[in-house]
T-cell receptor, first 114, second 112 residues
Framework: NAGVMQNPRHLVRRRGQEARLRCSPVKGHSHVYWYRQLPEEGLKFMVYLQKENIIDESGMPKERFSAEFPKEGPSILRIQQVVRGDSAAYFC????????????FGPGTRLTVL | EDQVTQSPEALRLQEGESSSLNCSYTVSGLRGLFWYRQDPGKGPEFLFTLYSAGEEKEKERLKATLTKKESFLHITAPKPEDSATYLCAVQAYTGANSKLTFGKGITLSVRP
């Protein structure tokens, strides 16, 4: 997986709590993508970020979801007031500046909402 | 809207029995078609990128081909360790480094 790191690997939350998912891209990569994989579904794009900028958030639910990629530190996907339908695997992918179009994926965070 | 359809949903092969996985796509302008492998509980692992019709790429027992409407992943003499879910994705010419649109994947099981 070319060094993309995600944590935690597993996260359990009760309905109404907040979930914070972290992604550290490959060292030197400045583009981060978040995808969600629901059971029996394919990977669905959520958001594309570069350092300090959101480039494309067309796949993000309008409410409760937000993402950031600060100048320093990992990218964060934040889900407020989680519901059972948010249970899924969340994957981060990174892409290097000036590189080809290949997105390299991390191991994912499995979110379970009780 | 870009769409990717993979078939069959699942495929069971005997070790050594060659076969092909299909990926049909519609996209507003194809920038690239990607194949990934995903093992249970893990993230997708990059296999190939194809950019234009007629292009072929090979890696060990796998060969990917591309036409204007579909891509095939040919598996020659598969081994049990090739068992995984194979994902196909397209990237459109909507901007540099744009998102990937994935199919649901094909789950391949290879019996020894």
């Amino acid at each position: 997986n070319a060094g993309v790191m995600q944590n935690p690997r597993h996260l359990v939350r009760r309905r109404g709590q907040e979930a914070r998912l972290r992604c550290s891209p490959v060292k030197g990569h400045s583009h981060v993508y978040w995808y969600r994989q629901l059971p029996e579904e394919g990977l669905k794009f959520m958001v594309y970020l570069q350092k300090e900028n959101i480039i494309d958030e067309s796949g993000m639910p309008k409410e409760r979801f937000s993402a950031e990629f600060p100048k320093e530190g990992p990218s964060i996907l934040r889900i407020q007031q989680v519901v059972r339908g948010d249970s899924a695997a969340y994957f981060c992918a990174s892409l290097g500046k000036g590189s080809t179009d290949t997105q390299y994926f991390g191991p994912g965070t499995r979110l379970t909402v009780l | 809207e870009d769409q990717v359809t993979q078939s069959p949903e699942a495929l069971r092969l005997q070790e050594g029995e060659s076969s092909s996985l299909n990926c049909s796509y519609t996209v507003s302008g194809l920038r690239g078609l990607f194949w990934y492998r995903q093992d249970p509980g893990k993230g997708p692992e990059f296999l190939f990128t194809l950019y234009s019709a007629g292009e072929e790429k090979e890696k060990e027992r796998l060969k990917a081909t591309l036409t204007k409407k579909e891509s095939f992943l040919h598996i020659t003499a598969p081994k049990p360790e090739d068992s995984a879910t194979y994902l196909c994705a397209v990237q459109a010419y909507t901007g540099a480094n744009s998102k990937l649109t994935f199919g649901k994947g094909i789950t391949l099981s290879v019996r020894p």
